[in-house]
């Protein structure tokens, strides 16, 4: 079966590759605002689901499976998303700082025998941070295409004291849980199905 991945992520094209799975890229161009009152776990999976429809429509085919995935940080109920400038950036970073936060990535396929996906929670503790810190790490690449400003992948893994539960799910894509859902549904990994 072929495989798309409606994503245009590094992280997430990286991490499904460590299953071994052979796939393709097709980014979905779908609208992102939360809708008002949403909860975060819900618009994660409502943006998975629509990301995986937008995308498959291209692909009519019999054989053909689209993989979405969408992660966003929590901190006392609000979304944070991608931070639109450095303002908005350095905000995100302070609020995180020396304190615990929710990462959400909702998981969905959709294929030849219907749709279906998951939302997974992971909880993340912050160092306290200094605004000098929070400045320095602002001045690199890193934080601009991350949800919640930061990368734990990268040089933003050195602000994470610890983590409660998956590490792959606060990059982008919950490994087990993709790995789980692909085989349901009959995609092929270096693990079999």
């Known amino acids: 079966m072929k495989l798309i991945l409606a994503s245009a992520s590094p992280r997430r094209s990286e991490l499904l590759r460590q299953l071994g799975v052979v796939f393709q890229c097709d980014p979905a161009e779908i609208d992102e605002s939360p809708q008002p009152d949403e909860r975060p776990e819900d618009y994660v999976a409502r943006m998975a689901r629509e990301k995986a429809e937008a ?20 901190m006392a109920g609000e979304i944070l998303g991608k931070p639109r400038d450095h303002f908005h950036g350095l905000s995100m970073l302070e609020r995180l700082s020396g304190r615990t936060h929710s990462v959400f990535t909702a998981i969905w396929l959709t294929g ?31 934080p601009w295409d991350k949800a919640g400003a930061y990368g734990i992948q990268g040089l933003g893994g050195a602000f994470v004291r610890s983590i409660e539960g998956s590490y792959s799910n606060v990059v982008g894509l919950p490994l087990s849980e993709a790995w789980q859902l692909l085989a349901a549904n009959g995609v092929e990994t270096v693990l079999g199905r």
Not at 60 to 65: F, G, I, Q, V
Not at 116 to 130: D, H, K, M, Y
């Open 55 to 74: 995308v498959s429509v291209r692909y009519p085919d019999a054989d053909a499976a689209v993989l979405a995935a969408d992660t966003t940080v929590v």
């Open 112 to 142: 030849p025998s219907g749709s279906s996906g998951e939302v997974v929670a992971t909880r993340v503790s912050f160092l306290p941070l200094t605004r000098r810190v929070c400045e320095a790490y602002l001045a690199t690449e890193e």
